[in-house]
């Protein structure tokens, strides 16, 4: 029995393309869960704090039907920023195209890199509409609790429960009530890293902004490597 591939960064171009020329089930199962939770973490903060649930994971398992569907550019350098970029753009035009209500065009770099028109021709279609929201919250309640509320935050605020919004009142010193209320009102994720790491700091001193970010940044990156691990393990 082959071994299954286990994608990364560093493979998953390579993947693609081997899924593209042998069809292997396999093959084709590894990389699109793995670009899949990768995506996730990669939805526009807009997207994430204002669309509809239902058109969010539209977006997404439409733009995985296309990487099943279609190849990619062969002289693509950095797969991680091409797939973030595009699939901005897919998001925007999903949005445009639902207004509108019809059809549009997508907009790619890849001139030969077309939308597909049936998406449930893929062999993969079903594997990947079993696997939607579900298996990222499953794999969040895993987490510690810090490593839940930092990454909700971040992916979509609305996910968080009474007892991580109890913790945030609780580093805070508010009431749940006002927690909430803030999250709502804040306009970008620098207001969000003031709720979840409380502190004195002046908002208007641009390096106590950036050392801010910076230890929120690190702070997320170790949640999501986390995260994207219970992912690859439950994917397994």
Not at 93 to 113: F, G, H, I, N, P
Not at 169 to 196: G, K
């Amino acid at each position: 029995m082959s071994e299954k591939p286990r994608a990364s960064w560093d493979n998953a171009l390579d993947l693609l393309v081997q899924w593209h020329e042998e069809r292997r089930p396999k093959v084709g199962r590894a990389v699109l869960r793995f670009i899949e939770s990768e995506l996730r973490l990669m939805t526009p903060a807009l997207v994430r704090r204002s669309w509809p649930d239902d058109l969010v994971e539209d977006a997404l398992q439409d733009f995985l039907v296309r990487l099943v569907e279609h190849r990619l550019p062969s002289d693509i350098a950095d797969l991680r920023a091409y797939l973030r970029r595009a699939f901005g753009n897919h998001c925007i035009d999903s949005y445009r195209a639902r207004a509108r209500k019809r059809e549009t065009s997508l907009e790619s770099s890849a001139v030969d890199w077309e939308r597909p028109q049936e998406p449930a021709a893929s062999p993969l279609d079903a594997v990947l509409r079993d696997e939607q929201r579900a298996r990222v919250q499953a794999a969040l309640v895993r987490l510690s609790l810090a490593d839940r509320v930092v990454l909700k935050l971040e992916l979509a605020p609305e996910w968080l429960e009474e007892e991580e919004v109890a913790w945030l009142a609780e580093r805070t010193a508010s009431s749940r009530r006002e927690i909430r209320e803030a999250i709502d009102v804040a306009d970008d994720m620098y207001a969000l890293t003031r709720i979840f790491d409380p502190g004195d700091d002046d908002p208007d001193d641009p390096e106590a902004r950036r050392m801010r970010m910076e230890r929120f940044r690190r702070r997320r990156a170790r949640a999501r490597e986390k995260l994207r691990a219970l992912l690859e393990e439950d994917g397994a």
